[in-house]
């Protein structure tokens, strides 16, 4: 199984709604991240988790709340969020380093959930 | 601090016209440079890694090259389904964790 898996595909919600975002891969990968991508733009990291635990969260506003229940699980907990919140979120997966020359698809990435917040 | 250039922004080819994709990249200590294939409203698609210079790597009409300041994504003989968006990523010793740093992507078409 060569794949990470994102649900739901879409997502429309208000702003005052909470709804999250699952991701999930079978791949043993240790590490987990959370991407956000605007259109024509290239993908921009929000959170990075590193054997379950949260390594690097590149500033991301609280209203954006990650979790990572296990090793095949990472999910992306939505609050209060804005318009401007509207993008393509990516969830991928790797092995971490030095593990990670061991591999054959480097960071293997979802197929994303495109969220608009009205 | 990484930096990642991808040129050109765009590219039209016709059908069948090669042409080249470029990557500058500084970094210290690379540690990988990745490619990958984007469509409209999908995540990245993996095409290569590679991890050191003079590497080349090739699928089908696709080989990536590495130079200690670069790497190429050479397309030959391009067909209508190679159009996507081209995304450039380094992973090296600057980034704590695992990050990447990606470049700004070239998007090309190939017009039948």
């Known amino acids: 199984d060569t794949e990470v898996t994102q649900t739901p595909k879409h997502l429309v919600m208000g702003m005052t709604n909470k709804k999250s975002l699952k991701c999930e891969q079978h791949?043993?990968?240790?590490?987990m991240y959370w991407y956000k991508q605007k259109a024509k733009k290239p993908p921009e990291l929000m959170f990075v988790?590193?054997?379950?635990?949260?390594?690097i969260n590149e500033s991301v506003p609280s209203r954006f709340s990650p979790e990572c229940p296990n090793s095949s699980l990472l999910n992306l907990h939505l609050h209060a969020l804005q318009p401007e919140d509207s993008a393509l979120y990516l969830c991928?997966?790797?092995?971490?380093?030095?593990?990670?020359?061991?591999?054959?698809?480097?960071?293997?990435f979802g197929s994303g959930t495109r969220l608009t917040v009205v | 601090e990484d930096q990642v250039t991808q040129s050109p922004e765009a590219l039209r080819l016709q059908e069948g016209e090669s042409s080249s994709l470029n990557c500058s990249y500084t970094v210290s200590g690379l540690r990988g440079l990745f490619w990958y294939r984007q469509d409209p409203g999908k995540g990245p698609e993996f095409l290569f890694t590679?991890?050191?210079a003079g590497e080349e790597k090739e699928k089908e009409r696709l080989k990536a090259t590495l130079t200690k300041k670069e790497s190429f994504l050479h397309i030959t003989a391009p067909k209508p389904e190679d159009s996507a968006t081209y995304l450039c990523a380094v992973h090296s010793n600057n980034n704590a964790g695992n990050m990447l740093t990606f470049g700004g992507g070239t998007r090309l078409m190939v017009k039948p």
């Open positions: 991928a997966s790797s092995q971490v380093w030095p593990f990670l020359r061991r591999g054959h698809y480097g960071y293997t």
């Open positions: 590679l991890y050191s």
């Open positions: 988790y590193s054997y379950e635990k949260l390594s």
């Open positions: 791949m043993g990968h240790r590490a």
